[in-house]
């Protein structure tokens, strides 16, 4: 299972976009990258997921270059309840569910 | 409300007396994993299961049990809680086996062991 590498944390004013890289160099061919939301004592919220080029829908858009070893997520306009920790994770749906690396993830806070 | 359910959020307790953390899904989901988030460590997965009576060690299993005799339940029991276990568990769980499907967090337990 491919695991990925973003930044610790960011800070970004409010009302800016964001952008969060998260390099998967490892990524196999049949991989998806799915981007999860964390706010302090909640579990995970699912955000986007993508295979190529690009995805948006109400919440993030996700860009991923031809050669997918990395991601970007993009947050548009950002507010205080941004504020939260980002997970990037990469995995097969032809390998099942088993065992996701989460890792630590990027603490983004959004500054007045 | 489709939503997995954790109990309890708060738990303090001493070492070596058994626990359970019970974890219950409505939505039909095949699929639920136990993780443990500790601060700098990110969310490692302890226990995950791919359907009612198949369960298997993610990268943390020691210390743990799991069972899964029904496809909305899945407990996570600690036999003989030691201090290290003390951390913020979660439960989670997906719709099929397939990766693509989301997961779905409960809200958390947060373990003490003293």
């Known amino acids: 299972l491919a695991k990925t590498t973003q930044p610790i944390s960011m800070d970004s004013y409010e009302g800016q976009e964001v952008n969060i890289t998260c390099s998967h160099n490892?990524?196999?061919?049949?991989?998806?990258i799915t981007w999860y939301q964390q706010f302090p004592s909640q579990g995970p919220r699912f955000i986007i997921q993508?295979?190529?080029t690009k995805v948006t829908n109400e919440v993030a858009s996700l860009f991923i270059p031809a050669d997918r070893k990395s991601s970007t997520l993009s947050l548009p306009r950002v507010s205080l309840s941004d504020t939260a920790v980002y997970y990037c994770?990469?995995?097969?749906?032809?390998?099942?569910?088993?065992?996701?690396?989460f890792g630590t993830g990027t603490r983004l806070t959004v500054i007045p | 409300e489709a939503q997995v359910t954790q109990n309890p959020r708060y738990l303090i307790t001493v070492t070596g007396k058994k626990l359970t953390v019970t974890c219950s899904q409505n939505?039909?989901?095949?699929?639920m994993s136990w993780y443990r988030q500790d601060p700098g460590l990110g969310l490692r997965q302890i226990y995950y299961?791919?359907?009612?009576?198949?369960?298997d060690k993610g990268d943390v299993p020691e210390g743990y049990k799991v069972s899964r005799k029904e496809k909305r339940n899945f407990p996570l029991i600690l036999e003989s809680p030691s201090p290290n276990q003390t951390s913020l568990y979660f439960c989670?769980?997906?719709?099929?086996?397939?990766?693509?499907?989301?997961?779905?967090f409960g809200n958390g337990t947060r373990l003490t062991v003293t």
């Open positions: 993508g295979y190529k």
């Open positions: 490892n990524i196999a061919t049949n991989d998806y």
């Open positions: 299961s791919m359907n009612v009576e198949v369960t």
């Open positions: 939505m039909n989901h095949e699929y």
């Open positions: 989670a769980s997906r719709g099929d086996g397939a990766y693509n499907s989301p997961l779905h």
């Open positions: 994770l990469v995995g097969s749906p032809l390998t099942g569910a088993n065992n996701l690396f």
